[in-house]
């Protein structure tokens, strides 16, 4: 008899609009990037065994809360976790890995692959990871794709395809440096804010921003309204406090370049923020700039499928 071997996987994911203000029930747009991680799932002897160089306490977590929420006795198991997606990055890789976790598991006991029913555990295992998590990040990672969340709903948006369609913004993608903070800390720093009048409307003044940048990729090619969006955007969560001094002077200087940047998921303020979502009428110049400062560059496409299933799909299709 053969074995059994089970593979899926789960992509990364940015934020376009949204980060932060999502928690507390404003709309965010987050799409998944071509970086992924996988789960490989096989017998194994004796307890199970976890290889990971991910963040093997959350894997552990994450299995003793699937083996609740799906009555099972997990056991005897190898599973093998490689991922692409840099962590600290805002990239979504704790969600990445609840959400593929769980999905390699359903797939090992044959459970049905229900994609509301694996999100609704990785929402679970995030609420380790993040505290007070909003539900995005898992859910564009099980969904995959581009999609608008408000309050624990989905609305999937197309995405517009470039250069055929002139609304698919070229982003280009900056590295401002792993953040020494975690997302809980990040969102738990917010929470503690909020109670005062001055962040409460930053908050709601996220939520404009984000309703006017969905507006803004499904009207005509508008790249000012572009530039302002972000770096609006990008100016409140620095009021917020999630943006770090480097990240700061990066989007300072792209905008005096004529661009934008802004963080793109939970952010970071001792070091690095992560990525940094940067848009320029002429990518080049920013490509120049990053170059010229010797920040990495980030190949991200967005719009990758969300929870897969990898038997006999080679890893590095996406
Ligand atoms: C982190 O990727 C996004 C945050 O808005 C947290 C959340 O939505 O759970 C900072």
């Known amino acids: 008899m053969v074995n059994k071997v089970i593979k899926v996987s789960a ?49 552990d977590y994450a299995l003793s809360k699937i083996q609740k929420m799906i009555n099972r006795k997990i056991n005897h198991l190898k599973i093998t976790i490689i991922s692409e997606i840099p962590i600290n990055h805002g990239l979504g890789s704790s969600a990445a890995l609840a959400v593929a976790l769980t999905g390699g598991l359903f797939r090992w006991f044959g459970k049905k692959w229900n994609k509301n029913l694996i999100n609704q555990i990785a929402f679970e295992i995030e609420k380790k990871q993040h ?56 969102v738990s720093h917010v929470s503690s804010l909020v109670s005062r009048v001055t962040y409460r409307k930053i908050i709601k003044e996220l939520g404009q921003t984000t309703l006017r940048f969905i507006q803004t990729l499904n009207a005509p090619n508008s790249p000012n309204a572009l530039i302002l969006l972000l770096s609006q955007n990008q100016r409140l969560l620095e009021d917020l406090g999630v943006v770090g001094q480097k990240a700061k002077k990066i989007a300072r200087e792209i905008e005096n370049l004529g661009g934008a940047a802004k963080i793109c998921g939970a952010g970071g303020l001792k070091k690095g923020s992560g990525i ?11 490509l120049n700039f990053a170059q010229k400062n010797n920040l990495k560059n980030y190949q991200l496409k967005l719009g990758a499928e969300g929870l897969r299933n990898e038997n006999g799909v080679p890893q590095n299709q996406t």
């Open 11 to 59: 992509p990364g994911k940015i934020i376009l609009s949204g980060e932060h203000s999502v928690v507390y029930g404003q709309p965010a747009i987050l799409a998944t990037i071509n970086k992924r991680l996988y789960v490989e799932i096989k017998k194994g002897t004796g307890p199970i065994k976890i290889i990971t160089d991910e963040n093997p306490e959350l894997a």
């Open 131 to 186: 505290g007070n998590p909003s539900g995005a990040d898992n859910s564009i990672a099980t969904f995959g794709k581009m999609i608008i969340f408000q309050k624990g709903k989905i609305k999937s948006l197309r995405i517009p395809k470039f250069p055929k369609h002139p609304k698919l913004p070229n982003f280009i993608y900056l590295d401002s440096g792993p953040a020494i903070e975690s997302t809980g800390e990040m």
């Open 276 to 286: 940094l979502l940067c848009y320029h009428q002429s990518p080049q110049g920013l």
